[in-house]
Protein backbone atom coordinates (compact mmCIF):
# COMPACT_ATOMS: atom_id res chain seq x y z
CA UNK A 1 0.00 0.00 0.00
CA UNK A 2 1.50 3.05 -1.15
CA UNK A 3 1.83 6.23 1.25
CA UNK A 4 -1.50 8.37 0.06
CA UNK A 5 -3.56 5.00 1.05
CA UNK A 6 -2.29 5.02 4.24
CA UNK A 7 -2.75 8.15 5.35
CA UNK A 8 -5.99 8.13 3.99
CA UNK A 9 -6.75 4.91 5.35
CA UNK A 10 -4.82 6.66 9.22
CA UNK A 11 -7.34 9.91 8.85
CA UNK A 12 -10.39 7.14 8.41
CA UNK A 13 -9.33 5.60 11.68
CA UNK A 14 -8.95 9.06 13.40
CA UNK A 15 -12.35 9.57 12.15
CA UNK A 16 -14.16 6.81 13.48
CA UNK A 17 -11.95 6.87 16.77
CA UNK A 18 -13.42 10.57 17.51
CA UNK A 19 -16.69 9.56 16.42
CA UNK A 20 -16.87 7.03 18.89
CA UNK A 21 -15.19 8.92 21.34
CA UNK A 22 -17.79 11.66 21.05
CA UNK A 23 -20.62 9.70 21.35
CA UNK A 24 -19.50 7.38 24.47
CA UNK A 25 -18.77 10.63 26.12
CA UNK A 26 -22.57 12.33 25.36
CA UNK A 27 -23.74 9.14 26.05
CA UNK A 28 -22.50 8.16 29.31
CA UNK A 29 -21.93 12.18 30.85
CA UNK A 30 -24.19 12.44 33.67
CA UNK A 31 -26.92 15.08 34.07
CA UNK A 32 -25.86 18.36 34.62
CA UNK A 33 -27.80 21.47 36.11
CA UNK A 34 -28.24 24.04 33.98
CA UNK A 35 -29.47 26.30 35.89
CA UNK A 36 -30.81 26.96 39.64
CA UNK A 37 -34.33 27.27 38.15
CA UNK A 38 -34.43 24.06 37.35
CA UNK A 39 -34.41 21.44 39.47
CA UNK A 40 -31.60 19.04 40.12
CA UNK A 41 -31.44 16.05 37.40
CA UNK A 42 -32.25 12.57 38.35
CA UNK A 43 -29.41 10.16 38.96
CA UNK A 44 -27.92 7.99 36.07
CA UNK A 45 -26.90 4.79 38.29
CA UNK A 46 -24.75 3.13 36.67
CA UNK A 47 -23.64 -0.66 37.44
CA UNK A 48 -20.23 -0.21 36.00
CA UNK A 49 -19.16 2.98 37.29
CA UNK A 50 -15.42 2.51 37.09
CA UNK A 51 -15.62 1.25 33.93
CA UNK A 52 -17.48 4.46 32.66
CA UNK A 53 -14.46 6.64 34.14
CA UNK A 54 -12.09 4.38 32.42
CA UNK A 55 -13.54 4.47 28.95
CA UNK A 56 -12.51 8.10 27.83
CA UNK A 57 -9.06 7.36 29.06
CA UNK A 58 -8.67 4.43 27.07
CA UNK A 59 -9.95 6.14 24.18
CA UNK A 60 -8.15 9.13 24.32
CA UNK A 61 -5.51 7.63 24.69
CA UNK A 62 -6.33 5.47 20.90
CA UNK A 63 -6.29 8.91 19.82
CA UNK A 64 -3.47 9.89 20.35
CA UNK A 65 -1.68 7.00 19.34
CA UNK A 66 -3.48 7.37 15.76
CA UNK A 67 -2.45 10.79 15.61
CA UNK A 68 1.53 9.75 16.64
CA UNK A 69 0.70 7.16 13.60
CA UNK A 70 -0.52 9.79 11.34
CA UNK A 71 2.26 11.97 11.92
CA UNK A 72 4.67 9.30 11.68
CA UNK A 73 3.28 8.76 8.13
CA UNK A 74 3.67 12.37 7.26
CA UNK A 75 7.07 12.42 8.44
CA UNK A 76 7.69 9.10 5.74
CA UNK A 77 6.35 11.51 2.70
CA UNK A 78 9.36 12.74 0.18
CA UNK A 79 10.47 15.63 0.41
CA UNK A 80 9.99 18.03 -2.56
CA UNK A 81 13.13 18.92 -4.16
CA UNK A 82 13.67 22.90 -4.94
CA UNK A 83 10.55 24.54 -3.19
CA UNK A 84 7.40 26.09 -4.64
CA UNK A 85 9.26 27.53 -7.51
CA UNK A 86 10.62 24.14 -8.94
CA UNK A 87 7.27 22.41 -8.26
CA UNK A 88 5.22 25.33 -9.81
CA UNK A 89 8.18 24.74 -12.69
CA UNK A 90 7.99 21.27 -13.27
CA UNK A 91 3.97 21.54 -13.35
CA UNK A 92 4.39 23.93 -16.04
CA UNK A 93 6.54 21.35 -17.69
CA UNK A 94 3.67 18.28 -17.47
CA UNK A 95 0.80 20.83 -18.37
CA UNK A 96 3.00 21.72 -21.34
CA UNK A 97 3.84 18.46 -21.93
CA UNK A 98 0.40 16.94 -21.65
CA UNK A 99 -1.22 20.03 -24.29
CA UNK A 100 1.55 18.59 -26.68
CA UNK A 101 0.15 14.86 -26.23
CA UNK A 102 -3.75 16.02 -26.46
CA UNK A 103 -2.47 17.67 -29.69
CA UNK A 104 -1.12 14.88 -31.34
CA UNK A 105 -3.99 12.60 -30.34
CA UNK A 106 -6.47 14.94 -31.70
CA UNK A 107 -4.49 14.95 -35.03
CA UNK A 108 -4.69 11.22 -34.81
CA UNK A 109 -8.24 11.24 -34.17
CA UNK A 110 -9.51 13.07 -37.11
CA UNK A 111 -7.03 11.33 -39.10
CA UNK A 112 -8.90 7.85 -38.14
CA UNK A 113 -12.07 9.45 -38.44
CA UNK A 114 -11.50 10.35 -42.18
CA UNK A 115 -9.98 6.91 -42.71
CA UNK A 116 -13.07 5.11 -41.51
CA UNK A 117 -14.89 7.63 -44.00
CA UNK A 118 -13.03 6.32 -46.62
CA UNK A 119 -13.73 2.90 -45.88
CA UNK A 120 -17.05 3.26 -45.37
CA UNK A 121 -17.53 4.89 -48.78
CA UNK A 122 -15.25 2.35 -50.36
CA UNK A 123 -17.47 -0.83 -48.55
CA UNK A 124 -20.64 0.90 -49.85
CA UNK A 125 -18.88 1.03 -53.02
CA UNK A 126 -18.21 -2.48 -53.17
CA UNK A 127 -21.94 -3.60 -51.96
CA UNK A 128 -23.61 -1.42 -54.64
CA UNK A 129 -20.95 -3.95 -57.31
CA UNK A 130 -21.88 -6.66 -55.29
CA UNK A 131 -25.47 -6.19 -55.77
CA UNK A 132 -25.34 -4.83 -59.18
CA UNK A 133 -23.39 -7.18 -60.91
CA UNK A 134 -25.47 -10.25 -59.75
CA UNK A 135 -27.48 -11.62 -62.57
CA UNK A 136 -31.27 -11.83 -61.96
CA UNK A 137 -32.19 -15.86 -61.89
Known amino acids: MDIISQLQEQ ?6 LAF ?8 DAPPVRLS ?3 PEPPANPTEDAENVAEQPKLMSTSLVKA ?13 SEGGE ?10 QAENDAVGQ ?6 EAA ?8 ELF ?3 ADNCLNSKKPD
Request: aromatic residues 6%; glycine residues 4%; without cysteine.
Open 11 to 16: VNTIAA
Open 104 to 109: ELQKQL
Open 85 to 94: EAQLKRIAEL
Open 36 to 38: PNY
Open 20 to 27: NTFGTLQR
Open 124 to 126: GQV
Open 67 to 79: AKQFDALVAALPL
Open 113 to 120: EEELKQVQ
